[in-house]
């Protein structure tokens, strides 16, 4: 069963005042248990608007979002258990720490569940580990950390909850490569262990690419592209016609089909790269790898 399935949502802010905007239209998909989905769109396509809409933040102008087969909004006094099933990671969560210590930080999700003292401890030490959250910071102040740790801090927070599916908004803008390359990796091993599902909204291919297994692209609030990551970066020409860039990797590929070189184009890792050149280079008699 899909773990969350979105079936003709439509959202307007400001509905029935002056100066609504439709942010989002006809949008249909279903995510199912272990997938791991990115969203890729130019700014203002609705990203933040439908993942918002997949904790409850947002209610639907029409349309359904069912999470584990429950549609969200059939009794709204019970949308608070949506909020544990889906985990949020907001842009730039580090502005949302607010409590003394590290630990009661990427304690309070879990406390608000009602978990026990000891639950809470286990659910705290297993998200710190996966976040690579030090034991020695725990009982330090948010605010004594750097930028980068702050931010694994507040994801290990989310984390804490065991969502069933964690959505992260652009969880490493901001940060250096070995930064981002960190937060990602540490997502990803989540994700393996975890079994849960993740939502990845970036704006940087390679992380899609390296990270993502399924990609929907939205486009003016609605769904332009919904597959596999190879099949959508494989649209390469598309994507960018639509103002979106392609991994370097696969602009490579573009570059050389352009000269006249007769090589697959739907690359965009590069252990692929390196297989398909091999493979080109073999068909023409020539070895080398
Ligand atoms: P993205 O995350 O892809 O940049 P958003 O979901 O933020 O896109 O925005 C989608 C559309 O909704 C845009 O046209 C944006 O201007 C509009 N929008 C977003 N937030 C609001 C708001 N609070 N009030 C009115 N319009 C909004």
Redesign the pocket.
């Known amino acids: 069963m899909s773990i969350i399935q979105v079936e003709n949502l439509e959202?307007v802010?400001?509905a029935g005042l002056p100066?609504?905007?439709?942010?989002?239209h006809d949008v249909s998909f279903s995510i199912e248990e272990g997938d791991f989905v990115g969203i890729i769109?130019?700014?203002?396509?609705?990203?933040?608007?439908?993942?918002?809409h997949f904790n409850g933040l947002h209610r639907p102008s029409s349309g359904r979002i069912l999470v584990d087969g429950q549609d969200m909004w059939a009794d709204p006094k019970a949308i608070r258990r949506f909020r544990f099933m889906v985990g949020l990671v907001f842009q730039y969560p580090e502005y949302q720490l607010f409590e003394e210590t590290v630990y009661k930080d990427i304690a309070y999700g879990p406390t608000n569940m009602g978990l026990d003292a000891d639950e809470v401890r286990r659910r705290v030490l297993m998200a710190a580990d996966f976040c690579g959250v030090a034991e020695s910071w725990l009982e330090k102040s948010p605010f004594e950390l750097s930028g980068g740790q702050k931010r694994r801090v507040a994801i290990a927070g989310v984390i804490a909850m065991q969502p069933r599916v964690l959505v992260l908004?652009e969880p490493a803008a901001g940060l250096d490569p070995e930064g981002r390359e960190m937060i990602l990796s540490q997502v990803k091993a989540y994700h393996r262990e975890s079994g849960s599902s993740v939502v990845l909204?970036s704006h940087s291919m390679e992380d899609i690419a390296k990270y993502a297994d399924k990609v929907l692209v939205?486009q003016e609030?609605t769904v332009a592209m919904y597959d596999t990551t190879e099949n959508v970066f494989a649209r390469a020409q598309e994507l960018m016609d639509m103002g979106l860039s392609v991994p370097q990797v696969t602009q490579i590929f573009l570059q050389l089909r352009s000269m006249g070189i007769d090589i697959s184009t739907d690359v965009y890792t590069i252990p692929y790269a390196v297989k398909t050149i091999c493979r080109a280079l073999e068909e023409r008699g020539l070895s080398g790898c």
């Open positions: 959202y802010y400001g100066g609504a905007t439709r942010a989002l769109g130019p700014t203002g396509c609705g990203k933040s608007t439908l993942i918002t908004d909204v939205l609030g």
